[in-house]
């Protein structure tokens, strides 16, 4: 019988053959990785909620996410406008009312009713978290106890979306107050902001028009990772976490960040001025109208000192994907900071640096912060509302 040596076949055949086998090898590996258990690590989210979440908080977790995607392309754009909402549901975990905000549907507001409205980013709209466990639900309660003795109760209503930004935030303020009939706004933003600034610098966002898709967030499920192929993930994140372990076990030093892009270093530039500048115009426009406005500086994980083992791997991880994000993000907020703080005439709350001291981990996926410190946010941002409510005598007008 005659032989032939392998690297002679060149025969469009066995090229073929080779592509079909390297397809099933790749079809057969991702089934694996979908369908087992891997110690009961699915995915990203799975292991930080594996790594900071008690039982029943896991349970919430997955019952949320459960909710949230079984809701399918779960928002829709408001045209005319930089808005985009959810779409109106009634869910184990949560609800969204007719205004596309979470929260029960509520009636015209009463005569001793005072109503205090949260626009923000995830971390109000409660990301993982049942409607008891949320930001603006937390606040109401601490308000309700304090001032129990007045005559006016207190409602908090959350008007948080998912990548909603101070833009997008104002947006929907300066178009739904009125129906809300507000008595307080509060705005809690700035993460999603530098996200944006970063890539595309600092800019005014266009109108949706009829037609508009939806933002991407809404159209797929986004549980951490990478890349969409499990396979590609695992091998991708083996390396990150690899080079991770290379860099902080021989250098024996805080973790470095790639320098700053220069097209970033002009971006970071304009930012803070930009950031202020809008939290000025907004306050103006519901003090004309007598309402009370605050701004929180929310806590982010750039800022966090020390930051814990699973904190300092998230920062490496986005690293890799956006060189330069890490200190872009920590010296931007540094400067939005200072100028925001040096605004007269402005209620705003400074959380940047909250957590410091606390050596475990706050941001459990380098964003969304555990219920221990949803817990404490809450906690200062009523302290905050108190004393405003207080030195303006609002409860008694």
Not at 262 to 281: E, G, N, T, V
Request: net charge negative.
């Amino acid at each position: 019988m005659q032989r032939t040596r392998i690297d002679k076949i060149s025969s469009f055949g066995g090229f073929a053959l080779t592509l079909v086998c390297l397809a099933l090898y790749f079809a057969f590996a991702e089934l694996v990785f979908k369908f087992t258990l891997l110690n009961g690590i699915h995915s990203d989210l799975d292991y930080y909620l594996s790594e900071t979440f008690s039982d029943d908080e896991k349970e919430e977790a997955k019952q949320f996410m459960d909710d949230l995607n079984s809701l399918g392309e779960r928002a829709v754009i408001v045209p005319g406008t930089i808005i985009h909402k959810y779409k109106p549901a009634k869910t184990k975990s949560f609800t969204i009312n007719s205004f596309g905000f979470r929260g029960e549907e509520f009636s015209k507001k009463k005569d001793d009713e005072y109503r205090i409205v949260f626009f923000g980013n995830s971390k109000i709209l409660g990301y993982l978290l049942s409607d008891k466990n949320t930001i603006p639900v937390l606040v109401q309660e601490k308000l309700r106890e304090y001032f129990k003795d007045k005559e006016k109760k207190i409602t908090v209503f959350n008007f948080g979306m998912e990548a909603f930004d101070l833009q997008r935030s104002i947006a929907a303020a300066t178009l739904y107050y009125q129906e809300l009939e507000a008595d307080f706004v509060v705005f809690y933003a700035a993460v999603a902001d530098m996200n944006e600034a970063y890539t595309w610098g600092v800019a005014d966002l266009k109108p949706f028009a009829d037609g508009d898709n939806v933002p991407e967030i809404f159209r797929t499920h986004n549980d951490g990772g990478s890349f969409k192929s499990n396979l590609l993930h695992i091998l991708y994140s083996s390396f990150v976490n690899d080079c991770y372990k290379f860099e902080t076990n021989s250098a024996q030093r805080d973790l470095m960040t790639f320098p700053i892009p220069p097209l970033q270093m002009q971006y970071l530039k304009d930012f803070p001025p930009s950031y202020a500048a809008r939290i000025l115009k907004v306050s103006n426009y519901f003090n004309e109208r007598n309402i009370p406005s605050l701004f929180i500086l929310p806590p982010l994980v750039q800022s966090k000192e020390p930051p814990s083992a699973l904190e300092t791997n998230l920062m490496f991880q986005r690293e890799f994907l956006a060189p330069g994000v890490n200190h872009f993000t920590k010296k931007c907020y540094e400067e939005t900071v200072r100028e925001v703080m040096e605004l007269s005439d402005i209620n705003v709350m400074n959380h940047s640096g909250m957590f410091n001291g606390m050596e475990e981990t706050v941001f459990f996926d380098g964003l969304h912060l555990t219920h221990k410190a949803i817990g404490m946010s809450a906690d200062k941002i009523a302290g905050g509302i108190i004393k405003i409510l207080e030195s303006e005598h609002s409860l008694d007008k």
